[in-house]
Structures are given as C-alpha cells and as structure tokens.
C-alpha cells in the first residue's frame, strides 16, 4: 500500500501546502482520502481522474470537502473522459452542503458524477469491490464539532490509520490498535481550560499512538502557528515510535516502510 500526501494545512491551503488531502493505492485501487483545497490539483499529479476508484470523505467542513466542488465540475463540463457515477463515501450532510452551493437544481447532476454512499458508525467496504486485492476500509464515528469519521485502509498485509478531525476518543483507540501507520492531526496547540475538545494536540496523537501500539506517526493539520518541529518533538515525548511531519513532497511512502519516505 502506497500513500501520497497531497495537502497537510489546516483552515486554508498555502502555497505548496495544500489543505488535507492523502492519496491511498494498493491493487490498482486508487482512492482520494479527504478533498481539502488545493488536494485536486496535487491528485492528478498522481492518478488521473477518470481512473480513481473513490473517494472518502471524514466530514463535511470545507477544509476537507471543499475541492469536491472542482472535481464535481471536471466530471461534469470538463475534459474528463466520461466514466461511471464516481463512489463518494462521505457523511450525509455532505451531499447537502455540494448542492447548497450548486443551487436548487444542482442534485440529479451531482448523481450523475457522484454516487454518494453515507458513512455510518462501524462500516467498512473492499475497494475495488470487486478485487480480492485492492483495500480494505473500514471506519468509526469520531469526537469533533460536525459528525466526522476516523478511517483505517488496509491492504498487503500494511495498515493505516488516519483520524480525520477529532479530539481523544476510545473510537480512535480502537480502530488505531496496532496499525503501521498513524497519520494523525494535531489541529490543537494548547487546549484553554475547560475549552471543548475537538481536536488532538500533539502530545495527544503521541499517546493515541503509544496506547494504540502504532509503529510509526505522521502529523498532519497542525494548528495554525505550531511548527511542525515542534510538533514532532511534543509528539516524540509521548510515543517511542518514528514521529515526522507531513510534507507535500509528491513522492510516494510505502505504509509498510520501516522510516517515513520525505
């Protein structure tokens, strides 16, 4: 299994760094993991888009969802050769959130470009559908501020976990257990008291992955204002494992990899 980052930022994409967005291959699968601003241009670096498999989507706030709305419209009146009703496996309100933006009319279009599948608490799917091997997802509802999901993809015998946007939950734990990688954020720098959490800090990934057993850490989303050295030296104190920050390199890392290619 191969992993490409195509955006680490979190709020608004700056220039070379895209909002979050991770590319997933494995088996001739290829699927989009997060659509933050920026991420579809980064993509077809890598796949075209007649050829991706799918896309899943942790939840519907625009810094994950937002490029949805290009690629809905380089389906639909671009260049794109024409191709079957592209598999989008995201919350429910995110096909509402595409058409509020479109316009009343706009939902038989976006059917026709994207078959929506809603994401729910536990489930799971084989990508292709068809391959016995492509990748294996499967996801759980998570602790944020919109209903959001944590994805774990597996394939060649390598795991990775991704948390999407959450603050600590026994969620998190459980489907992180023992996987390869953890790519986790950390969208909180210091938590104010009695502030809701909604997101990890990067003391909070490092424990999410020493308690989970995970073998190596990615922190991707930082806060804005935590450099990313710093976040690795904050998540180091809290996890024995490789820690590194995300970057947008274009090159590909294996999951299985004993170090983070950068």
Known sequence: M???????????????????????????????VDAGPGTLAELQRHVAL????????????????????PAFYA???GDVPARAALPVLAPEDVRGRLAGFLGPSSPPELDRVFAFDPLSDGGRTEVPATSPDGLALRWAAVRHDAPGFALRAEGGGASLVYTGDSAPCAALDELAQGCDLLVSE???????????????????????AERAGAKRLLLIHLALGLA???????????????????????????????????
Do not use: N, Q
Not at 55 to 69: E, K, N, R, T, Y
Not at 232 to 252: E, M, N, Y
């Open 2 to 32: 191969r992993l490409t980052i195509l955006g680490v930022s979190s709020h608004y994409p700056k220039p070379g760094a895209p909002c979050t967005g991770l590319l997933l291959e494995h088996g001739g699968a290829s699927v989009w």
């Open 50 to 69: 007649e050829d991706l498999s799918a896309v899943w989507i942790s939840h519907g706030h625009a810094d994950h969802a937002a490029d949805l709305l």
């Open 75 to 77: 389906f639909r009146y």
């Open 186 to 208: 950390a969208g909180t720098d210091r938590r104010a008291p009695g502030e809701m959490p909604v997101h990890l800090t990067p003391e909070e990934a490092g424990e999410l």
């Open 228 to 262: 990313p050295d710093e976040a690795v030296r904050r998540a180091s104190a809290r996890f024995g494992g490789t820690v590194a920050a995300a970057v947008v390199s274009g090159v590909p890392m294996s999951v299985d990899l004993p170090t983070v290619e950068s």
